[in-house]
């Protein structure tokens, strides 16, 4: 399995930015599909982004779409999500989550298909 830390989180007012990051150890991160998730207490998991293995394929969520951007860097086994213009519905716990299969030819945005969690990290938006 791959081992995951998320960092990064905390409270910030409407319209401000977070880089949320999401530092990789155990197997090679670099061939697994990354997503980022988030979660409210009381709520459905909500995939936010994603990102194929070699950093050239994005997806997102549309009501991030603009916002909201996942990066990747294979190197430094790490994956970033910068997030700018945030607002109150945004606050959630954010998990970084790698896919269950290597060199997987499509992003998926269901949770059953990420082996790998990390415990999250808290993005509090107040208005």
């Known amino acids: 399995q791959v081992q995951l830390v998320e960092s990064g989180g905390g409270l910030v007012q409407a319209g401000g930015s977070l880089r949320l990051s999401c530092a990789a150890s155990?197997?090679?991160?670099?061939?697994?599909?990354m997503g980022w998730f988030r979660q409210d207490p009381g709520k459905e998991s909500e995939c936010v982004a994603t990102?194929?293995?070699?950093?050239?394929?994005?997806g997102y969520a549309e009501y991030v779409k603009g916002r909201f951007t996942i990066s990747r860097d294979n190197a430094k086994n790490t994956v970033y999500l910068q997030m700018n213009s945030l607002k109150p519905e945004d606050t959630a716990t954010y998990y970084c989550?790698?896919?269950?299969?290597?060199?997987?030819?499509?992003?998926?945005?269901?949770?059953?298909?990420?082996?790998?969690w990390g415990r999250g990290t808290q993005v509090t938006v107040s208005s």
């Open positions: 990102i194929n293995w070699r950093g050239s394929i994005k």
């Open positions: 989550a790698a896919d269950s299969i290597a060199y997987r030819l499509v992003l998926s945005t269901k949770s059953s298909d990420y082996g790998s």
């Open positions: 155990g197997r090679a991160m670099h061939t697994y599909n």
